[in-house]
Protein backbone atom coordinates (compact mmCIF):
# COMPACT_ATOMS: atom_id res chain seq x y z
CA UNK A 1 0.00 0.00 0.00
CA UNK A 2 1.18 3.64 -1.04
CA UNK A 3 0.33 6.55 1.25
CA UNK A 4 1.35 10.07 0.85
CA UNK A 5 -0.17 13.75 1.81
CA UNK A 6 2.11 15.60 -0.50
CA UNK A 7 -0.85 17.14 -1.78
CA UNK A 8 -2.00 19.33 1.32
CA UNK A 9 1.86 20.64 0.84
CA UNK A 10 1.04 23.61 -0.58
CA UNK A 11 -0.84 25.10 2.28
CA UNK A 12 2.72 25.03 4.18
CA UNK A 13 4.14 27.58 1.19
CA UNK A 14 1.54 29.93 1.99
CA UNK A 15 2.42 29.78 5.66
CA UNK A 16 5.52 30.67 4.49
CA UNK A 17 5.39 33.39 2.58
CA UNK A 18 3.00 34.81 5.55
CA UNK A 19 5.62 34.29 8.39
CA UNK A 20 8.03 36.28 5.91
CA UNK A 21 6.16 38.73 5.21
CA UNK A 22 5.30 39.44 8.97
CA UNK A 23 8.32 39.98 9.64
CA UNK A 24 9.50 42.14 7.44
CA UNK A 25 6.85 43.70 8.47
CA UNK A 26 8.40 44.12 11.94
CA UNK A 27 11.54 44.94 10.51
CA UNK A 28 10.15 48.04 8.48
CA UNK A 29 7.52 49.07 11.58
CA UNK A 30 10.22 48.98 14.35
CA UNK A 31 12.24 51.37 11.83
CA UNK A 32 10.06 53.82 11.24
CA UNK A 33 8.61 53.43 14.67
CA UNK A 34 7.78 57.26 15.06
CA UNK A 35 5.76 57.28 12.14
CA UNK A 36 3.67 54.19 12.43
CA UNK A 37 2.02 55.16 15.47
CA UNK A 38 2.89 52.34 17.98
CA UNK A 39 1.60 49.24 16.02
CA UNK A 40 1.55 45.93 17.90
CA UNK A 41 4.72 43.91 17.29
CA UNK A 42 3.18 40.41 14.94
CA UNK A 43 6.48 38.63 15.33
CA UNK A 44 6.18 37.22 18.32
CA UNK A 45 3.09 35.62 17.92
CA UNK A 46 4.24 34.46 14.29
CA UNK A 47 7.25 32.62 16.49
CA UNK A 48 4.68 31.48 18.76
CA UNK A 49 2.82 29.78 15.48
CA UNK A 50 5.99 28.56 14.19
CA UNK A 51 7.15 26.56 16.88
CA UNK A 52 3.19 24.70 16.78
CA UNK A 53 4.25 23.43 13.69
CA UNK A 54 7.58 22.37 14.80
CA UNK A 55 5.84 20.42 17.73
CA UNK A 56 3.46 18.75 15.37
CA UNK A 57 6.41 18.04 13.55
CA UNK A 58 7.50 17.13 9.79
CA UNK A 59 4.51 17.33 7.10
CA UNK A 60 4.79 15.71 3.88
CA UNK A 61 4.52 11.46 5.31
CA UNK A 62 4.82 8.77 2.75
CA UNK A 63 4.12 5.13 3.53
CA UNK A 64 5.29 2.28 1.16
CA UNK A 65 4.20 -1.51 2.37
CA UNK A 66 4.13 -2.94 -1.25
CA UNK A 67 7.00 -5.86 -2.24
CA UNK A 68 9.38 -6.83 0.65
CA UNK A 69 10.40 -3.33 1.77
CA UNK A 70 8.72 -1.39 4.02
CA UNK A 71 9.73 2.44 3.69
CA UNK A 72 8.66 5.61 6.35
CA UNK A 73 9.57 8.90 4.72
CA UNK A 74 8.65 12.65 6.43
CA UNK A 75 9.87 15.21 5.30
CA UNK A 76 10.00 19.04 4.80
CA UNK A 77 10.81 19.73 1.48
CA UNK A 78 10.70 23.95 1.43
CA UNK A 79 13.68 23.90 4.16
CA UNK A 80 14.92 20.30 3.28
CA UNK A 81 17.70 21.81 1.16
CA UNK A 82 18.92 23.59 4.73
CA UNK A 83 19.16 21.46 6.82
CA UNK A 84 19.04 17.19 6.82
CA UNK A 85 16.73 17.75 9.86
CA UNK A 86 14.05 18.09 7.79
CA UNK A 87 14.34 15.09 6.20
CA UNK A 88 13.62 10.98 8.02
CA UNK A 89 13.31 7.84 5.95
CA UNK A 90 13.02 4.73 7.76
CA UNK A 91 13.52 1.40 5.22
CA UNK A 92 13.61 -2.49 6.87
CA UNK A 93 12.29 -5.72 5.42
CA UNK A 94 9.04 -6.31 6.51
CA UNK A 95 10.44 -9.79 8.01
CA UNK A 96 12.53 -7.44 10.78
CA UNK A 97 8.82 -5.60 11.57
CA UNK A 98 8.24 -6.84 15.78
CA UNK A 99 5.64 -4.24 16.54
CA UNK A 100 4.42 -0.40 16.18
CA UNK A 101 2.36 1.94 18.45
CA UNK A 102 0.83 5.33 17.43
CA UNK A 103 0.89 7.88 20.21
CA UNK A 104 -2.02 10.30 20.54
CA UNK A 105 -0.88 13.60 21.67
CA UNK A 106 -2.77 17.05 21.42
CA UNK A 107 -2.27 18.16 18.22
CA UNK A 108 0.49 15.53 17.81
CA UNK A 109 0.56 11.82 16.50
CA UNK A 110 3.92 9.49 16.75
CA UNK A 111 4.29 6.14 15.19
CA UNK A 112 6.87 4.15 16.79
CA UNK A 113 8.21 1.62 15.05
CA UNK A 114 10.15 -1.33 16.59
CA UNK A 115 12.67 -3.33 14.24
CA UNK A 116 15.18 -6.12 14.82
CA UNK A 117 18.40 -4.70 14.63
CA UNK A 118 21.50 -6.47 13.29
CA UNK A 119 23.26 -6.99 16.51
CA UNK A 120 20.36 -9.23 17.74
CA UNK A 121 18.68 -5.97 19.38
CA UNK A 122 15.29 -3.67 18.70
CA UNK A 123 15.53 -0.52 17.57
CA UNK A 124 13.05 2.05 18.00
CA UNK A 125 12.39 4.53 14.72
CA UNK A 126 9.78 7.34 15.08
CA UNK A 127 7.79 9.22 12.83
CA UNK A 128 5.46 12.06 13.35
CA UNK A 129 2.27 11.36 11.41
CA UNK A 130 0.54 14.84 12.55
CA UNK A 131 -0.73 15.73 9.63
CA UNK A 132 -2.15 12.56 8.48
CA UNK A 133 -6.28 11.98 8.63
CA UNK A 134 -7.78 9.83 10.78
CA UNK A 135 -8.48 7.31 8.19
CA UNK A 136 -4.61 7.34 6.40
CA UNK A 137 -4.01 7.01 10.06
CA UNK A 138 -6.31 3.93 9.95
CA UNK A 139 -4.65 2.41 6.71
CA UNK A 140 -0.94 2.83 7.74
CA UNK A 141 -2.09 1.21 10.94
CA UNK A 142 -3.80 -1.65 8.71
CA UNK A 143 -1.41 -1.99 6.60
CA UNK A 144 1.40 -2.25 9.66
CA UNK A 145 -0.95 -5.05 11.20
CA UNK A 146 -1.28 -7.13 8.11
CA UNK A 147 2.75 -7.21 7.55
CA UNK A 148 2.86 -8.52 11.43
CA UNK A 149 0.17 -10.70 10.70
CA UNK A 150 2.01 -12.40 7.76
CA UNK A 151 5.54 -12.50 8.99
CA UNK A 152 4.91 -13.86 12.33
CA UNK A 153 2.63 -16.57 10.97
CA UNK A 154 6.35 -17.21 8.66
CA UNK A 155 8.49 -17.11 11.54
CA UNK A 156 6.08 -19.82 13.23
CA UNK A 157 6.22 -21.74 10.41
CA UNK A 158 9.79 -22.09 10.06
CA UNK A 159 10.14 -23.25 13.61
CA UNK A 160 7.94 -25.96 13.23
CA UNK A 161 9.71 -27.18 9.97
CA UNK A 162 12.90 -27.24 11.99
Known amino acids: MRLHNKQRYTYFKVFYLLFVLVVIFDVVGSSLEGS ?32 EVLIIETKEPFLQPFSSIFFNQTEFPKRKLRSYHIQRLPFRRVLTVSIDSKDGGIKRVKQTISYLSKTEVRDVERSLKGCLKRYKNQDFQENEID
Open 36 to 67: LGGLPMLTPYAFLVGLFFVYRGLPVFEFDSDG
